[in-house]
């Protein structure tokens, strides 16, 4: 069995066919998936997931590139009146993208430390979003003091050094379809170090989508692909890839199935 611990299922790309991308998730192994709400639109439609499917969780917050469009005290709100659902297990994915150039960086330095702060009240694990912010959202997640609660390092990029920071934070660390291109060395070298206890995989469907689909739609039942890889860096078999990030997304997010 495997789990998706990140997955935008809801997004318009599986309008035509949904239910399939879910029927095969379930006959590849995939035990549950994670899906991300992050903004106005996406967070209802992950609850209407999370709650039609038993085995789909939800993660809700508010992403950076979108901080700008946040009416923050009365969206925290809402965020905070969801924690209490059974099926939301975290607060993501929230931090900063420093990509793109929609959110003023002020802006999403607010957002994200209020959200930290929110998850520490709610004793929530968060999910990190991190592009080409590295060193802010270490130190953001320092001074919020969030080993508090930890969390995920969603889809991580960045560097061992980065990594271990992270770790010493009390998060997890994800990785998705780009570990497993052929040219993404440095991905490859942070994986083979995590400690098996900290490791998890996802997809990040529809988007990332592991070789050789990659350029094409995401699935969750591409996660497979993933712990392929994984297994392959640190040397053992996929079964026990499997089994440990399995209990590892359990443990991290309270999943109960």
Known sequence: MLIDTHAHLDSPKFDSDREEVIERAREAGIDAIVNIGFNRETIPTTMALAEK???????????????IDMRLEEDLAWIESLCSHPKVVAIGEIGLDYYWDTSPKDVQHTVFREQIRLAKRMK?????????AHEDVVRLLREEGASEVGGIMHCFSGSWETAKLCLDMNFY???????????????????????????????????????????????????????ESAAEIKGISVEEIA?????????????TR
């Open 53 to 67: 499917y038993p085995f789909i969780y939800a993660a809700v917050g508010w992403h950076p590139t979108d901080a």
């Open 124 to 132: 929530k694990p968060i999910v990190i979003h991190n592009r080409d």
């Open 173 to 227: 660390i994800s990785f998705g379809g780009p570990v497993t291109f052929k040219n993404a060395r440095v991905p490859k070298e942070v994986l083979a170090k995590v400690p098996d206890d900290r490791l998890l995989i996802e997809t990040d469907a529809p988007y990332l989508a592991p070789h050789p689909h990659r350029g094409k739609r995401n699935e969750s039942s591409f996660v497979r692909l993933v712990a």
């Open 243 to 255: 089994k440990l990030t399995t209990e590892n997304s359990r443990r991290c997010l309270g999943l």
